[in-house]
């Protein structure tokens, strides 16, 4: 999706097999974006295939990741490479509901 650029891959994202399926770079701002992770799409753990999300900064002039924003669980990896090629295309509040998945609670 973006042009090329560097990523700093920590060694924990190597050693927990994770996978980098979609870079997402921030229209507004070029030195934040999202990587959209794989885990387990080829069924070597015993857990669901799972799409994680990590907010990636730019510092000096290479992506570094900052923190995890969220994971998803699907039943089979055909959801979740679903899943992960429609979030480009989210809007920020859709983006915004996705992350928080609590239900609102208002009170009058």
């Known amino acids: 999706m973006n042009s090329q650029f560097q990523l700093n891959v920590p060694e924990w994202f190597v050693l927990d097999e994770l996978h980098i399926l ?3 770079i921030s229209p507004v701002s070029n030195d934040m974006g999202v990587i959209v992770a794989s885990e387990n ?3 070597t753990k ?3 295939p799972t799409v994680r999300l ?3 900064h730019l510092v ?3 992506f570094e990741l900052t923190k995890e ?3 998803f669980q699907f039943q089979s990896v055909a959801e979740a490479k679903q899943f992960a090629a429609q979030l480009p295309n989210l809007n920020a509040m859709d983006f915004i509901m996705l992350i928080n998945k609590e239900e609102l609670a208002f009170s009058i």
């Open 22 to 24: 979609e870079t997402i």
């Open 41 to 43: 799409f080829d069924a």
């Open 46 to 48: 015993r857990c669901y």
């Open 54 to 56: 990590y907010l990636i």
């Open 60 to 62: 000096g002039d290479q």
């Open 69 to 71: 924003l969220d994971a």
